[in-house]
């Protein structure tokens, strides 16, 4: 399939005054084919994603040790693999082949899910499904973000992010429906295969290539994009993945206040409802302030929540705190890469993406591992406590950045442009 043209991106200053509505469809059609995309990939990897203990430690008889090390071995690859695959599609000079690659290895690792005998096989099947999610995240948002001009970057990712999130929100709904029904876990995966071959018919179908004006250089180079905003966000968000530990403890938290199996799922649907609603109205927000302050208002939600988990007994705080929970990611994750998508070149967007998930996972990794250690010999309060406490220093360092004069100067630079009458 040839590229189409890419799409004109000079800036707008009457889009300051458009409603979000009339900004939303006025958007490069990637966007919503994208985030389509993502809706159905999210769901299939959702449907998997609370019965996969299950399965490995019921169905399977694998000792939960050999869980930890399936879900620690699938998280690091995944981290992992998103800079070198990033990068390659730089230097390539395409967006599209990885993307569909990608979303087509994620497919493929439910089918094997399914045909997983021991606990090995279900190893590999998540392996693959892992690969693939680090195949194709970096080229995606640089595919995203190559149509889209710079003071609407927020708010198109916004949109990607909630449209990903609905996603989450229904696969866990579907997987307990079909549990009530008696449905077997194999069956679950291999259903769960569907919609992620439909992801792969909807890039086939609808995405566009948007390749950069020039391939990036072939020499590779470990360097970071020059921009000062780039790397203040990156030092900022190292120090708060390295106390954003893995959502099982707030779970194991849910659990241990008194919610069944069956409310435990549902506080997380409800985190993952907020995180949708809030998406797309911070990211609009992001544009017009400025990617900075949305960041550090998601950190200090982070900080207030995993406080109050440090201290919640019960169980109607539990759910308030996972409601609430829900904003702090709403207010980073497409923000975040909005601001990268503008701070980067054209042709080292994807690396420079890949490059920022890559580091920052990686700490989350070691953050998992310190807060698991602190629930062991402290307790769970001091896993809470410590991921607090890294998140107001990052929001504190964030907040310092905003002082600099290279940064601020480059800080308004990605606010929507002032509109006189």
Same mark, same amino acid.
């Given at each position: 399939m040839e590229p189409d043209p890419t799409p004109d991106k000079t800036p707008d200053p009457t889009r300051a005054r458009r409603s979000p509505f009339r900004r939303l469809r006025a958007l490069d059609p990637n966007v919503r084919s994208l985030g389509l995309v993502s +809706?159905? !990939?999210?769901?299939?990897? *959702?449907?998997?994603?609370?019965?996969?203990?299950?399965f490995v430690t019921i169905v399977l008889g694998a000792p939960v040790a050999v869980l930890g090390l399936i879900e620690g071995l699938a998280e690091a690859t995944a981290s992992l693999?998103?800079?070198? +695959?990033?990068?390659?599609?730089? $230097?390539?000079? $395409?967006? %599209? /082949?990885?993307?569909?690659?990608?979303?087509?290895?994620?497919?493929?690792?439910?089918?094997?899910?399914?045909? !997983?005998?021991?606990?090995?096989?279900?190893m590999v099947g998540r392996f693959v499904d892992r690969v693939g999610k680090g195949m194709r995240t970096a080229p995606r948002d640089a595919l995203l973000a190559a149509g889209v001009r710079d003071e609407d970057r927020g708010i198109a990712f916004g949109l990607h992010r909630s449209m990903d999130t609905m996603g989450a929100v229904l696969g866990p709904l579907a997987a307990l429906l079909m549990i009530h029904f008696g449905v077997s876990y194999r069956w679950i995966f291999a259903i769960a295969f569907v919609p992620g071959v439909l992801s792969m018919v909807v890039i086939w179908r609808w995405v566009r290539e948007r390749a950069p004006a020039a391939p990036a250089h072939a020499r590779f180079r470990l360097r970071l994009p020059a921009s000062p905003a780039f790397r203040w966000m990156l030092a900022g968000t190292l120090l708060f993945a390295a106390g954003n530990s893995t959502n099982t403890f707030i779970l194991l938290k849910a659990k241990a206040a008194g919610l069944s199996v069956t409310g435990v799922i549902l506080v997380y649907v409800l985190y993952n409802l907020t995180y949708a609603a809030g998406s797309l109205p911070l990211g609009g927000l992001s544009d017009r302030i400025g990617q900075f302050p949305v960041v550090i208002g998601g950190f200090v939600v982070f900080a207030l929540v995993y406080a109050g988990?440090? !201290?919640?007994?019960?169980?109607?705080?539990?759910?308030?705190? +996972?409601?609430?929970?829900?904003?702090?990611i709403a207010a980073t994750e497409g923000t975040t890469k909005a601001l990268i998508s503008r701070t980067a070149p054209d042709n080292e967007r994807a690396s420079a993406m890949g490059f920022f998930d890559t580091t920052t996972g990686l700490a989350g990794f070691a953050a998992s591992a310190i807060g698991g250690g602190l629930w062991s010999a402290v307790g769970p309060w001091a896993t809470f406590a410590y991921g /607090?406490?890294?998140?107001?220093?990052?929001? !504190?360092?964030?907040?310092?950045?905003?002082? $600099?004069?290279?940064? /601020?100067? *480059?800080? %308004?630079?990605?606010?929507?442009? *002032?509109?006189?009458?």
């Open positions: +809706f159905v !990939a999210d769901l299939s990897s *959702e449907i998997v994603y609370p019965i996969f203990p299950l693999t998103r800079f070198p +695959f990033g990068r390659w599609s730089d $230097r390539a000079g $395409r967006r %599209r /082949a990885f993307v569909l690659a990608g979303y087509g290895s994620s497919a493929f690792g439910k089918l094997i899910l399914a045909l !997983a005998v021991v606990w090995p096989i279900a988990f440090a !201290a919640a007994n019960g169980v109607a705080l539990v759910a308030v705190l +996972f409601a609430i929970y829900g904003l702090y /607090a406490v890294c998140a107001a220093l990052a929001a !504190a360092i964030l907040l310092a950045g905003t002082f $600099r004069p290279s940064v /601020a100067s *480059e800080f %308004r630079s990605t606010r929507s442009p *002032e509109v006189r009458p």
